[in-house]
Every structure is written in C-alpha cells, then in structure tokens.
C-alpha cells in the first residue's frame, strides 16, 4: 500500500478511535457505564464489533474494550525515510476505523441524536433482508457508496443514472464544505430513496460505518458465519458483495482511513481526482483496491471492471416485446419488412473480446442504410460486429457469446434470426417495424443480454450494426480467418481420447425434440459449437444447454453409440429419441434442428451419399434443392438417409463410418467442394483415395441421379465398386 495513502489512513484512524474516546468518556460520565447501547432494529447489536471481535455490546461500558482494541490496532505513522510494507499497517487502521465509528455512532443512537431529515442513519435489518439476499444472491449486481458531492451536478446526475440503470444500489454518505451529492441530486429533482436505489445516509463521515456494517450483516445473516469469524465474515463479503466507493475529490484523511475499512471487506475505492495514488496490488480485493479515474464517463464503468461487478440490464430497452417466449416465432415472407442474408444478401456476425481500454460499454453505431430507407420486402446486407471486454474473458468465450445472438436475437417480437457466423438469415416483421424496431435495437439487444447472461465475464459492450456493402464486405473477410482458427483448435484430438462428449440443445426453442452431441471428431450441425465450446460453455454456465455426457459402455463402436449418451438423449429429446449412433447416416443418426450448415442426404442409385450447403439454392440429384430438403430433415426429427451437418465433420475421420465413410462420398456442390479442396484432399490421401476430388461430383456434371451414375461410372469412383449401402 503506498505511503502516502497509509499514513494518510493512520491519521484518519487515530482522529477516529481519539473522536469515540472521546464520546464514550463523556456518554459513560452522562450515561453511567449500563446504559443500554444498540442500533435499532438489527438482531447483531453492534454489527462490526459483533462480526469482528465477537462481542455482544448491549451496555455502554462494555465499549471500552473495543476502544483499547482500536488502540492497539492503530500503527504509528510511517516516516519519511523508513520504508516498511505497509499493507498490514494500513489494513489495521481499517479496522480501528470501523469499529471506531461504530462506537461513535452508537453512542449517537443512545443520546436519540436527530437524523437529518432526507437521510436514512443506521440501515435495519428489515432492510437487510429485503434487499441483502438480492445483493448476495446477484439479482442485485451490487452496491456503491459515493462519499461527497460530485463537481458538478451534472456529473452527479451523469454518475448516479449510470449505476441506476445497472441496478445497482448507491448510499450517499459525507459532504465538502457543507455541499453533499443529495443537495445536489436534490437541486436536479433527482428522486431518492430506496425505490430509485438511491439512499442517503448521512451528512457527514461517519455514517459510512453504517453502509459497512449492514454489508458484515449479509455475512452473519446469509452466510451462516457466526460473531467473531472474522476471517470467514471478510471472506464472505469480499466474493459475495459487489460492492465499491466512489470518492469525489481530493482524499481527506478521514476518508482514506473509511477506505482502508472498505479494503478490507474487499470493497476497492475509485478516486475521480487526479492527486489520489493507486493501490494497483490485488489480494485483499479482488482487483485493484485504489483506482483513479478522472473521466466522469468511465467512473461506472471502471468500478464495475475494478470490482468484478456481474452487471444485469433488466429490461432489454427495444419498441417490440422482448420475452423468450417469442424464440420460436418465425416472420413469414408476407409479414416480412425486410430481410438479411439467407440467399438475398450477405449477412454475417462476429463477436470479439478486445482491452477494456479499447470500447466504451454501450457504445451502439449503426453504418449504412436502415430500414426505413429501403422499399417492404427488400433486402440488405448486414454486419453485425460485437466487441466484449471484461477481465475474467477469454478468447475461447467469443464463439460461445456469439452463438447466443440467435436465442436472445429471437427473444424481439417480430426479429427473425437463424443461422451462425457468416450464414445469418434474419427477418424484420412489418409489425416490428411499424413499432419503431431499427437497427440499433440489434444492438441494444445484444448488449443487455451479454450483461444479463454473461455479467460475470464480460464488463463492457460495444455493438456495430452495418448495411454499407463495403463494410459487411470488410467484417466477412475478418471472420471467416477467425472461424477457421476456432475450428482448427480442436483438429488432431479425437474421441477415443476423451471419455466425455458435450450436449448441445440451445437450438431447442425452435425444436423441442433435438440434441446435438458434440464429440471432438464431430461438431454441432451449426457448425458455430466444437467440443471445446461445448466444454467452455459448460465451464460458464453448468445449467446450462451444454452439459457433459460421459458417454459410459460402448455398445457398437462401428456406429458410435454407448449407452450413457442413448440414455441422455432420450431424457433430453422429451423421451422421443432412444437410440442415438454418432457415426451413421442410417442407423439412430441424430436429429437436425434448422441451422445445420449442410445435409448430408443418400443417393440410392449412386451407393453413396451427396452433401449440399446452405448456401447452394441449385438443383441436386435427389431432385430437391437445399431448401426443400430442409424443410424435412429439420425441425427435431431423426431421419435415416438424411442428417444436418456442419460442413467440418466431412473432414472427420469418423464422418458416416458406419456407411464407409468420405469413400461414399459422390455429389456435393462445387462452391463447397472448392472451399474444402484441400483439406478434404489430405483426408481422402490418408483413406487411400487419392485423386477422390475430381471423381465426386457437382452441378456442372450432374443435376439429376442418372446423370450423377453415369459419371461416378465414367471416373471410377470408389463408391460404384462398394458394399451396397443397405
Ligand atoms: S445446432 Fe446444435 S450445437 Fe449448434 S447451437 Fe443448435 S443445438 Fe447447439
């Protein structure tokens, strides 16, 4: 801890505990040594004294052990020229601080000393558990407690709206020269009290003992720790209370010492003023302990990064009904304002973690054309580029946030998302559009639920939205690098090395019935989830849509089934899939909900199968382009002949084993046949094909089955000499 600020917090300590000497020796010669002494309405008498030092205070002269023990704990004040770690020192000034202003307090309690009308005093223990268990059980993210006025009232306003609309509760504790942030909230018809969040304590210092000590009741009350656990009591509000100070100003003495009590609960202070040192060393807090932000726009954001505080935003602030009731809604073309992606126009998506110094939380731009600019009916390109930042985020994250924004994208009354990564599909409904639903509402979607869901990780936002055919142009050519690289993560392991595959069912809110089994050789049919995602995801979330299947006793290694994964699918499936093979096209293969990348379908006359993307709207041999074919392999069904794939799994090793794998291979469109060229040849090499490519067909050989026979026959392709398929 730096010199400065503990010498500065030793000297607001010991101005403390000399402040309650001094009322307790007058209290005790008015009062008598068994006054009674409590705060009101709390079942923990003295709470701080209570949690730290395990006393039951319930008469007056039993405060003067609590005096010698401030005593005691206060250290001299560092000189100049001797350097000694000072962080011991400064944390004991933080306790005799605390319990200093208890005693001070309480004595005001005893003396029925008025409160300042428009502030609150002592916070009850009714108080505690009606708001408490929302702080410890994270409905509310956190709190804050702002000591002093801000340097303006705007900037007050500014602050005080920010935390709001994080939900998180702020006390107004102190005053410079007789000004405090309530006269200035109250100048600006700010409304305060306990249902807009805002609570002023008291005028002066010493009433921030009683934000503290309501905190070091959530440890007794909902922690179960009992007096004196001091240890566990700081342990419990340092992980469970998302709580920080915010100190306007050059730092007097007193607060220093109040911060140093605040460090020790694990609350960091953020400084706005440009003379306060850092205390950058994490251990006591979770990150920083002291930090100093002089921008008035980043103050809430640098607490909420600096306390790990898990952000929600309520309400997802659109001109539609947001609800998840609406995920499975689908916009059809004739209630359709307008449309992206699909076969009408690019459209792609990206999310990616960046610095916390690189975005601004919130930050929503929208580039090019809105919707009210085009024609009904029309169609536009789309960009949609997400930035996250947050300390604990990891790059391994990023897909997984990406894949939610078809989920929380849906959750709009009248938005239509389908698809993944540079594959998106979305409809606008003329419904949603009369409503007032724009672009930026995309935006605003995917910032709150990246809080709602992810607060834990992600502390900041940033959303672009573009129609500019140059700039969704620009973010393809980026993703489709960054897609490949999270692809390519978990090439080279394979299923035999993990005894745990991952299920995925996000894709249940448009059909009920499907799980994907994400083993490493086979990805989720979207192409967008791998094994590794599946793990990641499991790892933030473990209620949530990918939980870990061990998979347990083989029973046919030839098709890939084992009995834990049939039993887990069965339960998950709604008990409408019991059997389930990891490696067949026509035995148990797994279901398909809608946002497979490809299908995989059997061409009976050619003894093999052909694949068709997304993305190819052609003919094929079977005499059904990919939309129609879509139609019914999709919707949670399991149907031998045909599976929903992503485009990947053609590389696996174990891609339809059970059928004789990449060998039945015999028709797949040339745009994708190019796009996996190589490596679809280095997989065909290590089979003993080599040369497959150029005998697999595609559309400009072949659109029908007889034409399809007469060149596999021509070209000698290996599956016209194989086992007949069934
Ligand atoms: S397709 Fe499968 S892996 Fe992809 S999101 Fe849906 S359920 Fe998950």
């Known amino acids: 801890m730096s010199r400065i600020v503990m010498a500065a917090a030793i000297r607001g300590a010991r101005a403390f505990v000399e402040e309650a000497e001094a009322k307790f020796a007058e209290a005790m010669e008015s009062k008598g040594g068994d006054a009674p002494i409590a705060f009101p309405d709390t079942a923990f008498q003295l709470p701080m004294i209570h949690a730290l030092m395990g006393l039951e205070v319930t008469r007056l002269g039993q405060l003067k052990a609590v005096l010698a023990h401030c005593r005691e704990l206060v250290p001299a004040e560092p000189t100049e020229h001797l350097w000694l770690p000072y962080l011991g020192d400064g944390l004991d000034a933080g306790v005799a601080t605390m319990l200093a202003l208890e005693v001070t307090c309480a004595i005001r309690y005893l003396h029925n000393e008025p409160i300042e009308e428009g502030f609150n005093g002592f916070i009850t223990d009714t108080i505690l558990r009606e708001l408490g268990i929302q702080l410890v059980d994270g409905r509310m993210p956190g709190f804050a407690a702002i000591l002093g006025p801000a340097p303006t009232e705007e900037i007050a306003v500014h602050v005080i709206r920010e935390l709001q609309k994080r939900s998180i509760l702020i006390f107004l504790m102190d005053n410079r020269d007789g000004l405090s942030m309530k006269d200035q909230l109250d100048a600006q018809k700010v409304e305060m009290g306990w249902e807009t969040y805002i609570v002023p304590v008291g005028r002066d210092i010493q009433s921030s003992i009683y934000v503290l000590n309501w905190a070091m009741r959530s440890a007794l009350t909902f922690g179960g720790h009992r007096r004196g656990e001091w240890a566990k009591c700081l342990k419990y509000t340092k992980a469970r209370i998302f709580a920080f100070g915010i100190t306007f100003g050059p730092i007097p003495d007193p607060w220093y010492a109040v911060g140093a009590g605040a460090i020790v609960m694990g609350f960091p202070v953020i400084s706005d003023h440009p ?87 919130g930050q929503i731009t929208v ?60 409809r606008v409904s003329k419904q949603a559009y009369a409503s007032g639903f724009r672009l930026e509402h995309i935006g605003t979607i995917l910032h709150a639920k990246l809080h709602d869901e992810f607060g834990g990780l992600v502390d900041k936002v940033a959303c672009r939205v573009t129609t500019e055919a140059a700039g969704v142009q620009a973010l393809l050519d980026h993703a489709v690098p960054v897609n490949k690289a999270r692809d390519d993560r978990v090439a080279g392991m394979t299923d035999e090395s993990v ?49 870990p299947i061990v998979r347990g006793r083989c029973i046919d290694e030839r098709t890939g089934e084992w009995d834990n994964v049939n039993q887990f699918v069965y339960k998950h499936s709604n008990r409408t899939i019991e059997r389930f093979s990891a490696y067949s096209l026509l035995e148990n293969p797994m279901t398909s909900c809608g946002c497979f990348e490809c299908i995989v379908a059997i061409v009976p006359e050619a003894n093999g199968v052909m694949v068709v993307n997304r993305e190819y709207t052609g003919p094929t041999p079977i005499g059904m382009p990919f939309s129609t074919l879509a139609g019914s392999v999709g919707g949670g069904a399991q149907t031998p ?13 174990k891609f339809i084993r059970a ?59 290996p599956a016209m000499a194989m086992a007949m398929m069934f």
């Open 275 to 361: 003379s306060t040192p850092e205390v950058r060393p994490s251990g006591v807090t979770t990150f920083e302990s002291l930090v100093r932000q002089t921008d008035p726009e980043q103050i809430v954001p640098t607490c909420i990064s600096v306390r790990g505080v898990r952000v929600k935003v309520e309400e997802v602030d659109i001109p539609v009904s947001y609800s998840p009731a609406f995920e499975g809604e689908r916009v059809r073309k004739e209630d359709m304002h307008v449309q992206f992606g699909g076969k009408y126009s690019k459209a792609v998506e990206l999310l990616e973690s960046v610095e916390l110094d690189e975005i601004t939380d």
């Open 367 to 426: 580039e090019g054309k809105d919707i009210d600019t085009i024609e009904e009916g029309g169609a536009l390109d789309l960009g949609i580029h997400v930035l996250v930042a947050g300390r604990k985020m990891r790059k391994d994250f990023e897909g997984i946030f990406e894949r939610q924004f078809h989920r929380w994208c849906n959750g709009a009354m009248g938005f239509m998302h389908t698809g993944q990564r540079e594959l998106i599909w979305c």
């Open 499 to 547: 005894d745990t595959f991952y299920s995925c069912t996000l894709c249940q809110s448009f059909a009920p019935n499907h799980v994907c089994v994400i083993t490493p050789e086979r990805l989720g049919l979207c192409g967008a989830y791998n094994w590794l995602d599946g793990q990641a995801a499991y790892e933030i979330n473990p209620t949530g849509p990918n939980q």
């Open 641 to 653: 002949g045909f599976v929903g794939v992503g485009r990947l799994y053609l590389l696996s090793k």
């Open 659 to 717: 059928e004789g794998g990449l060998a039945r291979l015999v028709w797949m469109p040339k745009g994708l046949k190019e796009a996996l060229r190589d490596r679809l040849e280095k997989r065909a090499a290590e089979e003993g094909l080599e040369g497959l490519m150029d005998k697999i067909g595609d559309e400009t050989v072949a659109t029908t089955g007889e034409e399809l026979v007469e060149f596999l026959t021509k070209v000698e392709h």
